[in-house]
């Protein structure tokens, strides 16, 4: 299995992106899905996480800002971003987790996008 994001996005501060990272492959189970960044200099931290059944949290620092949301049809994640500041510059990266067909756990990670706000 292997998660594909969507390209390089960038917008001016207090402006919106939305993000999409889907998961291919053959796997019996897909569970959690979460969405890290990680600024330059700075480690990764996570920005939001989504059960298999919708259930959401949030980095503190989104304050309402991002909504995070899943297709479960399409083995797809979505992170809406709105009110962007420089500050949420960074490689956003998509992890996703759950089951194989052989019932070993797997644990795949995306291969980062890079979000550039700018004035």
């Known amino acids: 299995v292997q998660l594909q994001a969507s390209g390089e996005a960038w917008c001016r501060l207090g402006g919106s992106l939305r993000l999409s990272c889907e998961l291919f492959?053959?796997?019996?189970?897909?569970?959690?899905m979460d969405w890290y960044r990680q600024a330059p200099g700075k480690r990764r931290e996570l920005v939001a996480f989504?059960?298999?059944?919708?259930?959401?949290n949030y980095g503190d620092f989104v304050k309402g800002r991002f909504t995070i949301s899943r297709d479960n049809a399409k083995n797809t994640m979505y992170l809406q971003m709105n009110s962007l500041k420089s500050e949420d510059t960074a490689v956003y990266y998509c992890?996703?987790?759950?089951?194989?067909?052989?019932?070993?756990?797997?644990?795949?990670w995306g291969p980062g996008t890079q979000v550039t706000v700018s004035s």
């Open positions: 492959g053959s796997f019996l189970s897909l569970n959690g």
């Open positions: 989504i059960t298999s059944s919708g259930g959401t």
């Open positions: 992890n996703a987790y759950g089951m194989l067909l052989s019932h070993r756990p797997y644990n795949v």
